[in-house]
Each structure stands twice: as C-alpha cells, then as structure tokens.
C-alpha cells in the first residue's frame, strides 16, 4: 500500500470515528444520515459511500452492531458457549487472514529482569484504518504495537517503559507495514510464503499469568467476543477475574492481540487503552466482516 493510500484510510477512519462518537453520544435521538453527515462535514451521499466502503454496510446497521444490543446478542445467541467460542482458531472468509498463526514467544526471566537490556528493538510509526499506529519489533518478532492517541512522543515514551534498557532504532520494516493492513493482507491472501510462511512471532514481556491471558484472547474469532469472567476460566483461574482485567489492560500488541473482544459480562464494552471509539469502530467493523462474509455465501 503506498503511503498515498495510507494516508487516505487514516483520514477516512478519523471520519467514521468522529461519526462514531457522534452516534454515541446522540444514539438516544436516533440520528438521521443527514445529521451524522453534517457533524462530519461531508455531504449525505458522500458519507453514506465513504461509511459503507469502509465497513461494508451503511451507518444505520453499522450502529447495531456497535451498540450495546449487539454484545448482549452475541453473548445470547452464539450456538457455542463461551469457552468453546473462545477455543476456536482460525480466521476465514472474504477480507481476512485465513492462514494466520500468531504464536508468542515471552522473553526469558533474564530479558525481563533487564528491561530489555542487549535487545535492539527497531519501531515505526504506520498509518492503519484505525488511525496512526507505532510498532515495533526485535529479531524475533512483534514486541509492541499501539495507536498514538494523542502524540507520537507520549506513544513512544509508552513503549520505553516497557524496555526501559533496550536500544532503539527508527527503521522501515515490511512486516511493520504489512501487519497494519487489518483486514487486508494483502502479502497473506495472495499466497505469498514471506514472513515465515504466514506465521506472526511475538516477543513480548509479561509475567506468566499475562502471558496466559493473551494466549487465551488470541483464540477469540474475529467477530465474536468474550467476557472478563470467561477468560478467567479459560485460563483456570476462575476467581482472578479482576487480574484478568488487569492483564488485558496491559495487552502491549494492539489488535493482533485482541483485548477489544473481551466486554462485560451486562454486554457493556468496557474501557479500552487506546480509546472506547476505536473500540467500538473495531468491534463493528468486524461485525461487518462477517455479516459480508454469510452475504456473499447466500
């Protein structure tokens, strides 16, 4: 994707945000197309084409799927229970990564007590449709990723504390790129054997338990979403719900790691580190995906 295009789907995406927001604030009025277009400065055509090419589906149904309703639908209605939806692997269908493996990797006790001493840890600062992300890696793969919701500097200093040893360079990477194209792909889909033959390595730091909570939110599916209480079990843990929450809330690889599927048992989202909107934009445009995916098979 050249950064033209970058660039474009990060504007688009600070439109269908802020229309989000909008949504949210207001959705006790039930807001018309007009009303969103014009708190967004777009014309009522152009915004509905701009929200659909985006999500697949026009603000209206898109507000259902990001609503409160939604998550207590899923939560009600999926034919599996929660832990075996959890214990599914795979992603499959029109617009997403079908042949992902993610497998982490934590780093020994040593490189934890060290705070990443003797790593080279190489960032970049990418534009994804949710908006500008900051990633990085080691040479043996991911160790962060995280949207800058204010400043570069404040996302930066954020990826410091967690390797406050480590050494630090600026520098382009393919994987960076390309692991930012969420719902795209596009090396992936096409059959393409680089990045170790579709396999994402993360190298992350985090205690055993953390480890075991993220493990757990990796087998989310896409378009599904679990619960605080449910992870606590999946992990046996069950009475550590609180610290599951904890653990979530301190996911270092934004999205890939989808700490943004787990809600609250009452269907309420819940807070999310890089921000409820994208939260909410996150959740329904996967929602999309999927509703797209059982069109296309009818």
């Known amino acids: 994707m050249s950064n033209i295009q970058q660039n474009t789907d990060s ?3 600070e439109r269908i945000e802020a229309a989000i927001l909008f949504i949210k604030e207001n959705f006790q009025q039930q807001p018309s197309l007009d009303e969103i277009a014009a708190h ?3 014309s009522p055509f152009h915004f509905q084409r701009l929200f659909t090419d985006w ?3 026009s603000p209206k149904q898109f507000l259902q799927y990001t609503s ?3 998550a207590k639908q899923i939560l009600k209605e999926s034919q599996s229970t929660l832990l075996e939806v959890s214990e599914k692997t795979g992603l499959s269908g029109t617009g997403r990564l079908h042949d992902l493996f993610i497998k982490i990797e934590g780093m020994t006790p040593g490189e934890y007590k060290k705070g990443g001493e003797s790593l080279t840890i190489y960032y970049q600062y990418v534009q994804s449709i949710f908006g500008l992300v900051l990633v990085a890696s080691t040479e ?5 990723m995280g949207f800058v919701a204010e400043e570069k500097r404040k996302t930066f200093e954020e990826l410091l504390q967690r390797f406050p040893q480590a050494t630090f ?9 390309h692991i930012v194209n969420f719902g795209k792909f596009d090396s992936y889909n096409s059959g ?3 990045f170790n033959d579709g396999m994402i390595n993360l190298h992350i730091k985090g205690s055993e338990f953390q480890l075991n909570v993220w493990e757990a939110l990796l087998k989310i599916p896409l378009g599904q979403l679990n619960t605080y209480g449910n992870i606590a ?3 046996k843990r069950p009475k550590a719900s609180r610290a599951v929450g904890t653990a979530i809330g301190g996911n270092p690889v934004a999205f890939l790691i989808p700490c943004h599927r787990v809600i609250r048992a009452s269907g309420v989202s819940g807070g999310y580190m890089w921000g409820q909107e994208r939260k909410s934009a996150m959740l329904g445009w996967e929602a999309a995906q999927i509703a797209n995916s059982k069109n296309d098979k009818t």
């Open 40 to 42: 967004v400065h777009l």
């Open 11 to 13: 504007r688009d995406y």
């Open 55 to 57: 999500a697949g589906i």
């Open 169 to 177: 360079k600026e520098a382009e990477k393919e994987l960076h790129s």
């Open 233 to 235: 079990d999946i992990i």
């Open 68 to 70: 409160i309703n939604y």
């Open 140 to 144: 043996k793969g991911i160790c962060y």
């Open 192 to 194: 393409s054997d680089s």
